[in-house]
């Protein structure tokens, strides 16, 4: 029997930094900044850095900093937000917790990712931001998207939670719309112990209300200039934050060495791979394949020990949640097909080749039987 391999291995991660890890836990609870406090302000200057952006505010989640990013818009109701409809359900989220509405634009055949060819048909006099998401770690396609927002004042809005590093045309992403956000979620490329998120931002006036709203929408305490929320950072997640971000561009590196090395041992299979786009450089959050027998494969895999997963299921239009805004099956048929055919494969920096090439293997297996139902 072989040893199963997970479809995401966090303790593989954690293994190498739990003496560092330990340390700077310690000091935490020795100088006691459980809330913000001095590894948060650190990190918030380091991530700044690595977006090449002027500002980075910490926050409880990518959640809330999506929320924060809506209302330093002043988004309310009656406001529309343009945004995808094959995404985590947070990016919509922001939008109905301010009151505005989510309008889905189809995704892109090759990225799933939001089609700038959508964009002028759903444009109503109520269109008050473009929320795109750089799904799966691969940037959308910034600059027809950029064009539009410019052409009709629009503010752009990056939801670059699974995306940190990424680059599109050697520029990485988190600076090409007014602000962007980010999650650390433990399975994000760069993950907390725990939750976390951050604003980025070039614009110092949008970056001083993000605190301020991040803190009860006070600057001095206890005096609240508008209202706002407790979506703190915690201090430890920010000591984590701060020792896993030396890192981060090197797991980038062998989570691309994992996309590589799948798209050898897989390039004869029927399945279709994941592409970068011309002048795009992912950050591989996820590696999502497509195949019509998608079910069959995935029962496959897990009966093999092969953890795999799907992003997503589900697209955010047929979702219960927003049946309110009265789209049908049907409406978004590129998204709707993504949702029926991705599967997405096991990637990490830690993934061994011996692992790999097992996934490939018993992918092969599945594809050299009898057509299998
Ligand atoms: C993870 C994620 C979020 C939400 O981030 P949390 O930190 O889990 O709140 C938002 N958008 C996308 C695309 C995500 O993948």
């Known amino acids: 029997m072989h040893e199963p391999i997970p479809y995401l291995d966090l303790r593989a991660q954690m293994r190498p930094l739990r003496q560092e890890l330990e340390a700077a836990w310690a000091r935490t609870l020795d100088h006691c900044s459980f809330c913000l406090g001095p590894d948060v302000v650190q990190f918030e200057k380091d991530f700044a850095a690595f977006c090449d952006a002027a500002h980075c505010v910490a926050f409880n989640s990518g959640t809330s900093a999506l929320h924060v990013a809506l209302r330093l818009l002043d988004l309310g109701p009656g406001d529309e937000v343009i945004t995808t409809p094959l995404t985590f359900v947070a990016t919509s989220w922001a939008i109905s917790y301010v009151g505005a509405k989510p309008v889905y634009v189809d995704v892109d055949d090759a990225t799933f990712n939001l089609d700038p060819r959508g964009l002028e048909r759903v444009l109503t006099p109520r269109t008050k931001a473009v929320m795109p998401v750089h799904l799966y770690g ?86 609240h200039d508008e209202v706002g929320y407790n979506y703190r950072m915690e201090g430890l997640q920010g000591a984590v934050l701060g020792i896993k971000l030396k890192h981060l561009n090197n797991w980038n590196a062998g989570r691309c060495r994992v996309a590589r090395r799948y798209d050898e041992l897989l390039v004869d299979t029927p399945l279709r791979l994941p592409r970068e786009a011309e002048g795009c450089e992912s950050a591989w959050h996820l590696y ?59 990637i990490y920096p830690e993934l061994t080749d011996a692992q790999l090439e097992r996934v490939a293997a018993v992918i092969q297996d599945f594809f050299a039987k009898p057509a299998s139902a």
């Not at 931002?201 to 206890?222: K, M």
């Not at 895999?301 to 997503?312: M, S, T």
């Not at 239009?317 to 494969?345: I, M, N, T």
Request: aromatic share 8%; net charge positive.
């Open 138 to 223: 691969h940037p959308f396609d910034v600059a027809p998207i950029r064009e539009f927002c410019q052409r009709h004042g629009l503010p752009l809005v990056e939801d670059a939670a699974q995306a940190h590093g990424a680059r599109y045309h050697g520029r990485v992403v988190g600076t090409f719309g007014e602000m962007s956000c980010f999650s650390f979620y433990p399975g994000k490329n760069l993950g907390a112990a725990g939750e976390g998120g951050a604003l980025v931002t070039n614009n110092a006036a949008l970056a001083a209300r993000a605190r301020s709203l991040r803190e009860h929408g006070a600057t001095v305490r206890y005096y």
């Open 288 to 346: 999502v394949v497509r195949h019509p027998q998608r079910d069959a494969l995935k029962q496959h895999l897990e009966a093999h020990g092969v953890g795999c997963a799907l992003h997503y299921p589900l697209p955010l239009h047929l979702q219960k949640c927003y049946a309110h805004l009265s789209y049908q099956a049907g409406d978004f048929p590129v998204a709707e097909q993504a949702a029926r055919e991705c599967l997405s494969l096991p």
